[in-house]
């Protein structure tokens, strides 16, 4: 089961001290307990050097980064969890900039660190595609606390190419054919690319359908919120071998990640292709 938890609020944050950066941990501790791992799984070699996840993310807090949620996948002591972090430096009115944290003590992941973007309307989180930023570190180097501390030095500069990037995105309106493959993008990464065509086209009426006043725009960073929302969510019913089935919620870790990344990056390819990508 994966579970996203809100911390805290504006005002709590600004009113802890580093040391208790997570004020309901034990509560954190229940619903992700890989994020308060104090040894790696059994299975890994010597050359596993343990980093516990916790001490990364409150030394993140110490350069000003605050948690805004968690998500881990099922209640295993080693496994994957990720973490958006935010910086009050770059709240915005409409969207603001994350850097997100993946990480797990049992071999299933490196540590990495993503750049994410909120659309308020909707606390709709993108992660974008590693080809704009992504940084993937190897539990073995007894420096890895120091290289991800010296990478938050430089990570403005990041924020601002995604800023630029999302920027373009809202400027780019994309027409029917390009909204179906940003759809479709989601449709094979989510259920896989064997399902039929008639199960492709209702999708993606579903994933294209809008929830709210304020995502019905045509636009590429609109449209991209609206599908990833979606097929995240799950809740919508389609046919499926002659029989009503019910979409579920994503409940992985690793499929979100892989969701989000295929969306970015077929946004991406729509961009480059216009010659207003970059």
Same mark, same amino acid.
């Given at each position: 089961m994966?579970?996203?938890?809100s911390?805290f609020?504006?005002?709590e944050?600004h009113?802890?001290?580093?040391?208790?950066?997570?004020?309901d941990a034990d509560?954190?501790?229940?619903?992700? =307990?890989?994020?308060?791992?104090?040894?790696?799984? =059994?299975k890994m070699?010597?050359?596993?050097?343990f980093?516990?996840?916790y001490d990364?993310?409150?030394?993140?807090?110490?350069?000003?980064?605050?948690?805004?949620?968690?998500?881990?996948?099922?209640?295993?002591r080693?496994?994957? %969890?990720l973490?958006?972090?935010?910086?009050?430096? *770059?709240?915005?009115?409409?969207?603001?900039?994350?850097?997100?944290?993946?990480?797990?003590? $049992?071999?299933t992941?490196r540590?990495?660190m993503?750049l994410?973007i %909120?659309?308020?309307i909707?606390?709709? !989180?993108?992660?974008?595609?590693?080809?704009?930023?992504s940084?993937?570190?190897?539990?073995?180097? =007894?420096d890895?606390? #120091?290289?991800?501390m010296?990478?938050?030095?430089?990570?403005q500069q990041?924020? #601002?190419?995604l $800023?630029?990037?999302?920027?373009?995105?809202k #400027? *780019?309106?994309t027409?029917i054919?390009e909204?179906?493959?940003? &759809? $479709?993008?989601a449709?094979?990464?989510?259920? !896989? $690319?064997?399902?039929?065509?008639?199960?492709?086209?209702?999708?993606?009426?579903?994933l294209?359908?809008?929830?709210? %006043?304020?995502?019905e &725009?045509?636009d590429?960073y609109?449209?991209?919120?609206v599908?990833?929302?979606?097929v995240?969510?799950?809740?919508?019913?389609?046919?499926?071998n002659n029989?009503v089935?019910? %979409?579920?919620?994503i409940?992985?870790?690793g499929?979100?990640?892989?969701?989000?990344q295929?969306?970015? #990056?077929?946004?991406?390819?729509?961009?480059?292709?216009?010659?207003?990508?970059?």
């Amino acid at each position: 089961m994966t579970t996203q938890l809100s911390l805290f609020s504006k005002d709590e944050v600004h009113s802890m001290q580093t040391a208790s950066v997570f004020k309901d941990a034990d509560e954190m501790y229940r619903r992700a =307990p890989s994020l308060f791992a104090t040894t790696a799984h =059994p299975k890994m070699s010597d050359r596993y050097s343990f980093t516990n996840t916790y001490d990364i993310l409150l030394h993140m807090h110490n350069k000003g980064f605050r948690v805004t949620s968690v998500q881990s996948t099922g209640k295993g002591r080693f496994g994957k %969890v990720l973490v958006r972090m935010r910086h009050p430096a *770059y709240d915005r009115r409409d969207d603001v900039p994350e850097i997100v944290v993946l990480d797990s003590h $049992d071999g299933t992941s490196r540590l990495k660190m993503f750049l994410g973007i %909120v659309r308020l309307i909707c606390m709709n !989180g993108c992660i974008a595609g590693e080809a704009l930023y992504s940084r993937a570190y190897k539990h073995v180097a =007894p420096d890895l606390m #120091q290289q991800i501390m010296l990478e938050l030095e430089d990570v403005q500069q990041h924020i #601002q190419k995604l $800023d630029q990037r999302v920027s373009r995105m809202k #400027q *780019y309106i994309t027409n029917i054919g390009e909204r179906m493959l940003l &759809a $479709d993008a989601a449709i094979y990464s989510r259920f !896989g $690319d064997d399902r039929s065509a008639s199960y492709v086209a209702a999708m993606r009426g579903k994933l294209l359908a809008t929830r709210r %006043v304020d995502d019905e &725009a045509d636009d590429m960073y609109t449209v991209m919120n609206v599908i990833q929302e979606n097929v995240l969510r799950g809740g919508m019913h389609v046919v499926s071998n002659n029989s009503v089935r019910r %979409v579920n919620s994503i409940s992985a870790v690793g499929k979100t990640l892989t969701i989000n990344q295929a969306l970015w #990056q077929t946004a991406e390819q729509v961009l480059a292709g216009s010659g207003k990508g970059y």
